[in-house]
């Protein structure tokens, strides 16, 4: 995970809202169309790009409604020749049981979320609304994780989890999902913090209102689209995390859904892997990814062109 | 003035907890790698402090170049097609029309997807008997036997995971390099247009020069990520054959975890660390800069 600032880069959707940017100035240029065979080949590019693009997702969907033998058979059938969801009844009864991976996930990805909101408001208001001594040298140290890769650091973080009994749990891991997600998401704060107006900060002083009073006030109101996508990348990515449970959750009732996804390959129905039921922990896993994304779409790619996140 | 001494206390409290969040688990954890890396510790034994020998013993280790090697002839190999790739479908998408931004948004779904899921995916996709992959080549008649794509060729096994890899991300660029696209002002387009320029002129001449910190950055980007690649070699390839296949994250795992090395897991994390290093601030620079 990295985060990236990208130079001019304001609100374009991926879907493309058309956002104007400052007005006219910002318009994208419409080139002389091109001759209608050129229009007609990239047209039929674009819909090409996005069949392939599709079609591996809905491979898997099929491939976990195909009936037991079906999904064992080889060479595989493209397209089910009966329905069946004995597949997503395995997964159900699987080890611990699906609802318990969901939860863990789900557990896991909320306090993500929760640490990294409290966190990166607190702190984001700080560093944008106070006079706070060695400021930009503080914010250098709070974005630090950027330059180590977490990755490098899962063996003492291990260690040191273990001294406080902090592995196989799940706010352990959450721990780590924060400390992925801190940087970018302190810094779409900063940014969104500094936006709000000044008077409206003054107003409320004059009023007499507290520091906090105002963060509630005149803050929270104002930096929601941040929250939202704050919370929106903090939930995706600790959803998907995989090396950071696979190191610190090593009892399976405390697996997420990644992790038990990986171990459901070993687990045979009919003497190979069971296919159908990984195709169907894939199906589950993806559903919550894709409906976030397609309901909150500005959200998303307003986090992607501020902080990009991989 | 006593209201400024006020109100910096007051930030500083608020900016408190999130720095000790970065110092327990960032920082520590950082300087303890170094303490750890200088002991030979198995975990089960007490650690015993040998100084600087876990760095010279990495030096001898071929494990440890063969990693590195595949690591870095996986980024090699990817980068291109990423930035490559990634800005043909920007320019191909990068007007407003409701086919480009339906493509633009169907490009973008793999990206929001877990890594492990769609490795896991591409996994079953590209294995040999049960796979649709070999179903569909055998059926255009590209080939007679089904292919062994994982765990029996390197080679094979590092092009399945780059294209499954190039299915998941290409997306990402290309948002970024649209967003750039986007945001060149419509006169430079118009006047290259009056001075006579073509579509390819402009691509070259206009569009690409403009857009260039973008391509960079994302290059940068794409490098770190291919750096520190796990997840997919770990569930496609699972290293196999015979390791060659095992990234450098891949090998620390090994070595810190299953196999609880834990001071030459820690070297060789300190190594990583330090490869990466250089791209972060190179990229930090360009980011700065470009705020400007």
Redesign the interface.
């Known amino acids: 995970m990295t985060s990236v600032v990208v130079p001019g880069a304001t609100a374009v959707d991926v879907e493309g809202v058309d956002t104007p940017q400052s007005g006219d100035q910002h318009r994208t240029y419409r080139a002389p169309r091109p001759p209608r065979p050129t229009r007609y080949l990239l047209g039929a590019l674009c819909v090409a790009i996005c069949t392939i693009m599709v079609l591996p997702i809905v491979a898997s969907v099929l491939a976990s409604v195909k009936p037991t033998e079906e999904a064992a058979q080889t060479p595989p059938t493209y397209v089910p020749h009966g329905l069946s969801f004995d597949a997503y009844r395995r997964l159900w009864e699987y080890q611990a049981g699906l609802p318990t991976y969901v939860l863990n996930s789900f557990g896991t990805a909320m306090l993500t979320v929760v640490f990294t909101l409290v966190l990166t408001i607190l702190a984001g208001y700080g560093l944008a609304r106070f006079p706070v001594p060695f400021k930009e040298p503080l914010f250098v140290v709070l974005l630090l994780a950027l330059i180590i890769p977490y990755q490098a650091l899962l063996t003492p973080i291990f260690l040191t989890f273990a001294d406080f009994g902090l592995t196989n749990s799940l706010i352990g891991l959450a721990i780590i999902h924060t400390a992925i997600q801190l940087p970018f998401s302190l810094y779409i704060m900063r940014n969104s913090f500094e936006a709000v107006p000044r008077e409206l900060e003054e107003a409320a002083m004059i009023d007499g209102a507290n520091s906090v009073q105002i963060l509630r006030r005149v803050f929270l109101p104002a930096v929601v689209p941040a929250i939202i996508t704050v919370a929106l990348f903090a939930f995706i990515t600790s959803w998907n995390e995989y090396l950071g449970a696979l190191v610190m959750m090593n009892k399976d009732s405390k697996f997420t859904l990644p992790l038990i996804l990986a171990s459901s390959r070993t687990e045979t129905s009919l003497g190979g892997t069971d296919w159908g039921m990984l195709q169907a922990g894939i199906t589950i896993s993806i559903i919550p990814c894709v409906g976030v994304y397609l309901l909150l779409q500005k959200y998303f790619v307003a986090g992607f062109l501020t902080g990009a996140v991989k | 003035m006593r209201r400024?001494r006020r109100?910096?206390l007051?930030?500083?409290?608020?900016?408190m907890?999130?720095?000790l969040?970065?110092l327990a688990?960032?920082?520590?954890?950082?300087a303890?790698?170094f303490w750890?890396s200088l002991n030979d510790w198995s975990l089960i034994t007490p650690p015993e402090y040998v100084g600087l020998d876990n760095f010279s013993r990495i030096l001898d280790d071929d494990q440890f170049w063969t990693s590195l090697r595949f690591t870095l002839k996986y980024t090699i190999m990817i980068t291109p097609i990423l930035i490559i790739g990634g800005y043909l479908?920007a320019l191909?998408?990068?007007?407003?029309t409701k086919?480009?931004?339906?493509?633009?948004?169907?490009?973008?779904?793999?990206v929001?997807?877990?890594?492990?899921?769609s490795s896991?995916?591409?996994?079953?996709?590209f294995?040999a008997?049960?796979?649709?992959v070999?179903?569909v080549l055998?059926d255009l008649g590209l080939i007679g036997e089904?292919i062994l794509w994982l765990g029996t060729d390197a080679n094979l096994g590092n092009w399945a995971v780059i294209i499954s890899v190039v299915?998941k991300?290409l997306?990402?660029g290309m948002?970024?390099f649209?967003?750039?696209i986007?945001?060149?002002?419509?006169e430079?387009?118009?006047a290259a247009?009056v001075d006579g320029a073509n579509?390819w002129q402009?691509t070259t001449r206009v569009t690409l020069p403009l857009t260039m910190?973008?391509v960079l950055?994302?290059t940068?980007?794409s490098v770190?990520?291919s750096l520190?690649a796990?997840?997919q070699f770990y569930?496609m390839t699972a290293g196999q054959p015979f390791n060659q296949t095992a990234t450098s994250?891949f090998y620390?795992?090994l070595n810190?975890?299953p196999f609880l090395k834990?001071g030459y897991?820690?070297a060789l994390?300190?190594i990583?660390?330090f490869i990466?290093?250089i791209f972060?601030?190179t990229?930090?620079i360009l980011?700065r800069r470009?705020?400007a």
């Not at chain 2, 688990?25 to 950082?30: A, G």
């Not at chain 2, 086919?99 to 793999?110: K, S």
């Not at chain 2, 896991?120 to 996709?125: A, E, N, S």
Request: hydrophobic share 55%.
């Open positions: 400024t109100r910096k007051i930030g500083t409290i608020y900016v907890p999130a720095l969040f970065v688990f960032t920082v520590y954890p950082f303890r790698m750890i479908v191909l998408t990068a007007s407003n086919l480009r931004r339906f493509t633009r948004t169907v490009l973008f779904v793999p929001v997807i877990g890594l492990g899921a896991l995916l591409w996994y079953w996709l294995s008997r049960y796979g649709l070999n179903r055998q089904p299915w991300v997306g990402f948002i970024l649209v967003a750039a986007q945001s060149i002002p419509t430079v387009n118009e247009t579509g402009r910190r973008t950055l994302v940068l980007v770190i990520g520190l796990f997840d569930l994250v620390v795992y810190s975890f834990l897991g820690a994390s300190l990583l660390a990466i290093l972060t601030v990229q930090m980011t470009s705020q």
